[in-house]
């Protein structure tokens, strides 16, 4: 009995560390260089499995094993929009948007019309990313959360975009 005492606020502890990387944070390892220059292969980041309001241009985990992996990729399109590339522009809903985090060639790719929780995530590095336009228009139920911090190289450790 007195074994079992001791052993209890054990239990909790591994209880509530096994809750919160189940519902609320866990580590994740980037992998590859389609998220390039942004996320460099190896860094250790923070997934965030609570917030799943997801914006443009944030950077979300989806869980499609490609490779063993999980994929890393930024929202480019919302649900209900309609997108294109076309001579390396951007267009929502047929207007121009700013692409910031773009590098290399993107391409230019039909119109993809999304339906209700639907998103279209490209890579940063659109010349390598293995993303939408390949893989079609994710569902928000394959998106685990989204990815902005930076724990491991200690050197780049905090938020980013």
């Known amino acids: 009995m007195k074994i079992i005492k001791e052993l209890i606020p054990y239990l909790v502890i591994i209880v509530v560390v096994m809750l919160i990387r ?70 929502i809903n047929d207007e121009v948007l700013e692409d910031p985090y773009a590098t290399g060639i993107t391409g230019s790719f039909p119109s993809y019309t999304l339906g209700e929780d639907e998103y279209f995530l490209m890579g940063d590095n659109r010349t390598v990313s293995l993303d939408s336009r390949v893989l079609g228009i994710i569902k928000k139920e394959e998106i685990e959360g989204t990815v902005n911090f930076i724990i491991f190289p200690f050197n780049k450790f905090g938020h980013v975009d």
Request: aromatic share 8%; charged share 25%.
């Open 22 to 91: 189940t519902f609320v944070v866990t580590p994740i390892i980037v992998q590859g260089s389609s998220m390039n220059p942004t996320l460099l292969g190896n860094e250790i980041m923070m997934l965030k499995k609570y917030d799943t309001n997801y914006k443009r241009f944030d950077i979300v985990v989806v869980n499609k094993s490609v490779e063993g992996d999980n994929l890393i990729k930024r929202v480019i399109g919302l649900p209900g929009e309609t997108i294109r590339y076309d001579n390396e522009k951007l267009y």
